[in-house]
């Protein structure tokens, strides 16, 4: 199976920036989208933003200017920077990641990390 690890979480007062990071490992053959959720209390989960092997990126509307995706396909790591953060993203993040991956055979795995806190407030 495929094990995502995330750090960076934190209480930060808004205005300030966060940085999260996501490492996949496992037998891993390829992955497809890595991706940022979060959820809020009440809420149900979101995607935030999502990057995709190629390098095309897909944002939330409420996070579009603030926030950038990015990976480092030879580690198998994603990133979310966040700047300018609002009482608003508060929320545990998670990350999503989708691919192939070996168990005798090649087979699609979708992964969930075990989500860290971001609470944004003075």
């Known amino acids: 199976q495929v094990q995502l690890v995330e750090s960076g979480g934190g209480l930060v007062q808004p205005g300030g920036s966060l940085r999260l990071s996501c490492a996949a490992s496992?037998?891993?053959?390829?992955?497809?989208?890595m991706g940022w959720y979060r959820q809020a209390p009440g809420k149900q989960r979101e995607l935030v933003a999502q990057?995709?092997?190629?390098?095309?990126?897909d944002y939330a509307d409420s996070v579009k200017g603030r926030f950038t995706i990015a990976r480092d396909n030879a580690k198998n790591t994603v990133y979310l920077q966040m700047s300018s953060l609002k009482p608003e993203d508060t929320a545990v993040y998670y990350c999503?990641?989708?691919?192939?991956?070996?168990?005798?055979?090649?087979?699609?795995?979708?992964?969930w990390g075990q989500g860290t806190q971001v609470t944004v407030s003075s």
């Open positions: 999503n990641a989708d691919g192939l991956y070996l168990s005798g055979v090649w087979s699609h795995f979708n992964s």
């Open positions: 496992g037998s891993i053959f390829s992955i497809n989208a």
């Open positions: 990057v995709t092997s190629g390098g095309s990126t």
